[in-house]
């Protein structure tokens, strides 16, 4: 009875189809299964359907970009959110010209670097999702100007790298209060993967007050958003080692918030597979039973 509640398909920058997400949760023996793309819902018609076909249970998500006035991202997971909610298709729309255009800047600067990437090969890989770094790797790829993925970010994509242009976003406070107006459930995606420039003096740790593996900024920005209206943490992502995993589920019991496992597959763009991480069935209903009560929005 496990749920992965956090993959991505070609409707962002996995490189699997909804459909194909489906399959491989059932195929892994999930009991369900959510489709969370980068500030999207496209996805959701599809996985639903072959959820359904597989006889899995379908969690509608979508992980959005915030960031902190640092420009460092923060994503934040809402699930069961109303995709006809005024706010977030006005944002999810907002995001995508604001990623065309990072994109466009990110272009610049490679050519700076003396790397003349297109604008049309980029296009070609992301097709009709919202651009990301990883379409940009990809071409990056296919161009011969690195090895692989992972030296496409490590030498010029990467948060603080060459070519790493932020984007500009809700601060994370503000994403969770757009997702709970939608009718969703907000959790904060991957707390454990430091994300954006790196800090000249790496920041205290209160980790579980002595493990010394969390943050205090991190805990700091999540009772921000946890006033805001934050339910959860993804303390079980597939990146973090199982004392961070640890870590985080004890600062969750501290705040009585619920914690989800997830992959965050991308297809073969990241070395994880659906239901490499999970969410117990019994968690899934907590987090459902949060679901704020917004007018209009039937279950
Ligand atoms: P974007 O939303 O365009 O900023 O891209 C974010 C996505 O890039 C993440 O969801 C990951 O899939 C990928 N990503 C970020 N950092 C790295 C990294 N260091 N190595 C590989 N992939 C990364
Ligand atoms: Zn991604
Ligand atoms: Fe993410
Ligand atoms: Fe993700």
Not at 21 to 45: K, M, R
Not at 87 to 100: D, K, M, P, Q, S
Not at 166 to 191: N, S, T
Not at 285 to 297: H, I, T
Request: hydrophobic residues 45%; aromatic residues 4%.
């Amino acid at each position: 009875m496990a749920f992965d509640l956090h993959t991505h398909t070609t409707c962002s920058d996995g490189t699997t189809s909804p459909e194909d997400n489906a399959a491989l949760a059932a195929a892994a023996g999930l009991t369900g299964l959510a489709v969370s793309d980068h500030d999207t819902t496209d996805g959701w018609e599809r996985a639903a359907g072959a959820c359904d076909r597989h006889g899995i249970e379908f969690v509608p998500g979508i992980e959005l970009s915030a960031e902190l006035s640092s420009g460092r991202s923060v994503h934040v997971l809402g699930y069961w959110c109303d995709a006809g909610d005024d706010g977030l298709v006005a944002e999810c729309g907002r995001l995508r010209g604001e990623r065309e255009r990072r994109a466009r800047l990110v272009l610049s600067r490679l050519a700076a670097l003396g790397v003349e990437l297109s604008w049309e090969a980029v296009a070609r890989y992301a097709g009709d999702a919202p651009v990301g770094r990883p379409h940009i790797a990809a071409a990056l790829v296919a161009l011969g100007a690195v090895p692989d993925h992972g030296a496409a970010f490590a030498r010029y994509l990467g948060d603080g790298a060459p070519a790493y242009v932020p984007k500009r976003a809700l601060a994370p406070e503000d994403a969770v209060r757009l997702l709970r107006a939608a009718g969703g459930v907000p959790v904060l995606a991957h707390p454990g993967r430091p994300r954006g420039p790196v800090a000249a003096t790496p920041p205290a740790s209160v980790g579980v007050a002595a493990t010394g593996l969390v943050a205090a900024e991190a805990v700091r920005l999540i009772d921000r958003m946890v006033a805001a209206g934050l339910v959860g943490i993804e303390g079980d992502h597939a990146s973090n080692e199982p004392p961070t995993a640890a870590a985080w589920r004890e600062v969750a019991l501290e705040r009585g918030l619920v914690v989800t496992g997830s992959s965050d597959f991308h297809g073969d763009r990241k070395d994880v597979r659906i239901g490499q991480r999970t969410t117990s069935a019994a968690v899934v209903d907590a987090l459902r039973s949060l679901a704020p009560a917004v007018a209009g929005v039937v279950e």
